[in-house]
């Protein structure tokens, strides 16, 4: 990388709010999806929209963990805490 490159990257990273710079790093981790929920060990399609619209992703970014939660256990988890 020369001097020009470095300058503009760090030009780039200097602009970025806060904010932003979590959001960046969010979707880092979210390359690191687990293709099965955590609890239960059923099988998550990534390609499927009602399954990606029905699950659970909780991302922790200070451990860098992402994990995954199918509805059944969503449910059975909330009827745990009551």
Known sequence: MNRK???AAEKKEKS???EEKALAQK???FDQ???ECNTCDTPFDKK???QALNWQVVVHTEQEKVRLF???CI???KK???
């Open 5 to 7: 490159q470095r300058r």
């Open 16 to 18: 970025q709010s806060p």
């Open 27 to 29: 979707f880092f981790l």
């Open 33 to 35: 999806l687990p293709d």
């Open 48 to 50: 499927s929209k009602t």
């Open 70 to 72: 199918c509805p059944t």
């Open 75 to 77: 449910t059975n988890a």
């Open 80 to 82: 745990a805490e009551e």
